[in-house]
């Protein structure tokens, strides 16, 4: 008895998911090889926190590579993608061989690991509004599942702050201390995300189309006429 497989849709998704399994495969290695040198001490401060998060990135990427995306929304989301997976892989090197590296090394390489962060956050923005309802990418709430136009303009701003913020953030990353630019990067998450939501309410209120909650969840959605 043979059990149907799902077809792959994405080969760069499902290519990133196998990347993480090596990934994941080498965390867990270095984490064997921490434990029998150091003892219990061994891993650093947030090393667990990486393998989950690896375990989390390897899960998601074979569910992402047969999900429904957008075709003009496939590259940037897979390009945002790989650096995220470049910055797991940065940061699971560093805890390594953190042993080898000199303070110097270690600042340079907190840097690359910053910039690679706001890199990732731009290419999301840039995908962001080609997000198409009932598919596994967006910002779903409420008003953007009861209403295509609310879903369309929230996108389009969640992207375009995202994309503008990530290219700000990547810049000032090389310039401002690394503390500053993580808090940096997520204040400017919120706030794509809560100009997102409200931009979502105002229109869906306003807009003539919208379903009050009669249409069945998971139907499609009209496109917009505004």
Known sequence: MTTATSPVAHP???FLGKAALVLLTFQAGGLAHMMVVRGLDGPPKGYLFLVMFAALFSGTQRRLARSQVARGAV???TASRAAVFVVLAIASALAVFDGLATPPARDLTITAIV???WAALALKGAAA????????LGLRVYWTTHSRLAWDRAHRVL???LFWGGLVGLAASFVVPWPVSFA???A???L???LALLESWRTWRDDPDRNGGGRPPGSVLRPATK
């Open 129 to 136: 509004g080609r997000f198409k309802p009932g598919g596994y």
């Open 192 to 194: 794509a995300v809560s």
């Open 115 to 117: 910039a690679a962060m």
């Open 75 to 77: 590259g940037w989301f």
């Open 12 to 14: 760069g998704l499902d």
């Open 188 to 190: 400017t998450v919120a």
């Open 159 to 161: 992207g375009r702050v």
């Open 184 to 186: 940096l990067f997520f």
